[in-house]
């Protein structure tokens, strides 16, 4: 039994660690996060939500307390943005080398100097060296199906890391769209019980994180984080398709492809934009630009194999980041840039860096940037510049 | 497998043992030694060890005994003992 | 309720052979809380001597649950588990073990946070006063005069006043002891540990390689900071301060030994002018003229 609501994606993040039945949540404010962890002390206070909230002192704090309570055994969420996901950086690999599965939302915000609330994704790339499982939504109902799924596929035996769901400041957290919520006795199905590797428990000796003997054993560690991460796109894959089963809402899993199928050009994106980048797809489609999108669901672990199966034979590839690496290009671009050529595949690529610190694009600007792009590469065979920093038409 | 190995993961976990260290005795420069014949029962030397090497003998025998494989010669008992039931000597 | 040495179990939760430097005062502490609460504990440890006192993986020098964490962090990350501890309904005892860094300096806001919040679990602060395991560096619990390696001419600052900070938080329990006298602590832990919310103990700990004495005088160190009364033993039960039993008799300066006794054993206080001591003898009148008004006196 369905209920759909009007939800801003804050609410829908909101109501998915609800329905997950998170036993402990930390909060700390931020714009534009803030309101998650107010509609959580709110599901928690007026008994709504079984759960303990700690309304902690910092970030840093934040992610601290909820990895002190999932390590404890119980399912801990929180949610951050910009600064404050800097400022809890050091937490988030602790949490991560720890292999402790955890979930937390992310609202993608630009980072100052100067101050600025609107969204881009630097503060979320900023975390993909990490170890975390990193998700970027397009839209709400997306926000809060995979919050629910990331409960379950980080508590996988075959993952156990923790896991970040994101979606774009104000453009979907502060925007209402309507939601199906499904009802708790479904996710009770989807949901198993808390799994993780190890707990603290009074009377169970086990010592976590002290200096290695043998740095070999600390790589070793290292090493399986990334094979964890390889191994999860199979693990997130299976959940979507048992969501799917359940909800009638399938994803895709790593990826999403729009309008692939005869596509010669290919336009690569992730987060909210995606959704503006369907329309520009269609726009460029109807003036006889057979370009395609795929839609990068998962940025860690990185899909390239799905990714380079759309690709192989293509015109061109344009990447559009809403960050950058500063000194070397955008890290979306990066990481298809390193997999097209680990793999050997020869094929024009391009990075569009544009919507840097919350500048508006629309699915005008998309299909504007992408019409001057492709032009070149169909005459010249090639990109002139491989990176192009675009403020619109 | 190694230690932190669980099914298949490789994770920071240890477990505790005795010499997590090595034979820390090694470390000693002088090393305590022990006369019965003085000995009150106080067990000032026995709470006062920080290497936790001090063992109580309630039953027959020397009141305490002292594990010099892992005894680092810090002196604290010696100087706590009011009669000098432990006296500090040179390692060999 | 009064403990005596033969009532102490000899279970032993710090193990021989660890890491700990000769004459530790960490290691005393660590054995003292295991005497104290035994299997109840759960440590959460941030950065600091204590990190490397366990030894090194795969293996480790403590019987409690151990969780190591970054330096800022652990009174946030014990909340988190007393939280877990009690969703779960498991009887554990969740302690956060920090150094003078991870208490009074970069844990400040973390220890501050949990104290206003109230969270249930017992901050111990070990204070061997300076960041001994990078090497002997000052924190703010370092007292005035003191060398270190980046105060060579020794500190002009005075040592933070934690306990009193603490009182301030109006916390349930607030305490202070030392590891010269460990049934004072040890009654202190378990008193703690019988109280919900957050409790504060501050545990005096002479450093031989730091402070510059013998390994063997850890303990006769210790003793000389109360009867000079440059180390005061209180507690405090809901904002009620009492001063403890082996601190009494220093209530009355004329009962407290000159501080050059306790001075003249530390090769850190080597640079102490005579106009020096003079301001370390005024500060503790002050802090007893202090403590002692706290207490209603």
Redesign the interface.
Known sequence: MMVVKPLTGNYAAAYAAKLSRVKVVAAYPITPQTTIVEKLAQFIENGEMDAKIIRVESEHSALAAAYGAASGGVRAFTATSSQGLLYMHEMVWWVAGSRIPLVMTIVTRALGPPWNIWTDHSDIMDQRDSGWLIMMAEHNQEVLDETIKMFKITEDPRVFLPGIVGLDAFILSHTTEPVDIPDQELVDTFLPPRRQPYVFRPGDPLLMGNVPRNLKDNMRMREDIHNSLEVAKKVIEEVDEEWGKLTGRRYGGLIECYRCEDASHFIIGIGAWVGDMREAVDSLRTNGIRVGLIKVRYVRPFPHEDILKWVANAKSVIVFDRSVSAGSAGPLFLDVAAHLMAAGIRVPVKNILAGITGLDVTHEDIADAVLKSVAEVEETGKFSRFIEWYYGR | MSEGEVKGKVLPISKPCIGVAGKTGSWRAMRPVYDDSKCIKCRLCWLYCPENVIDLNEEEGPFIKIDYNYCKGCGICATVCPKNAIVMVPER | MPVT??D?P?E?F????????????E??GL?YLGMALG????L?VPAGCT??I?????????????????F??S??????????????G????VVAWGGDGGTADIGF??L??AA??N?NIIHICVDNEAYMNTGIQRSSLTPYGAWTTTTWRGKRENKKELPLIMLMHKVPYVATASVGY?LDFIEKLRKAASIKGFKFIHLHAPC?VGWRF???????VAKLAVETGMWILFEAENGKVTISPPSRPYADKSKRKPIEEYIKLQGRFRTLTKDDIKILEKAVDDAWNTILKLAGK
Do not use: H, W
Request: glycine content about 8%; aromatic content about 4%.
């Open positions: 040495l033969r102490l000899k032993k710090l193990l021989p052979g660890n890491a700990s430097c000769p004459g530790c005062p290691a005393l054995k299997r109840k504990v759960i959460v990190s490397i366990q030894g090194l993986m795969p293996g480790g020098a403590f019987i409690y649950p151990t969780f190591n964490v970054p800022a962090s009174d946030a990350v014990a909340a988190g588990v007393a939280a877990a501890k009690e969703v779960l498991d009887d554990a005892v806001a973390t501050s946070g206003e919040r969270d460990p031989p013998d390994p063997s005088k850890t303990i006769k």
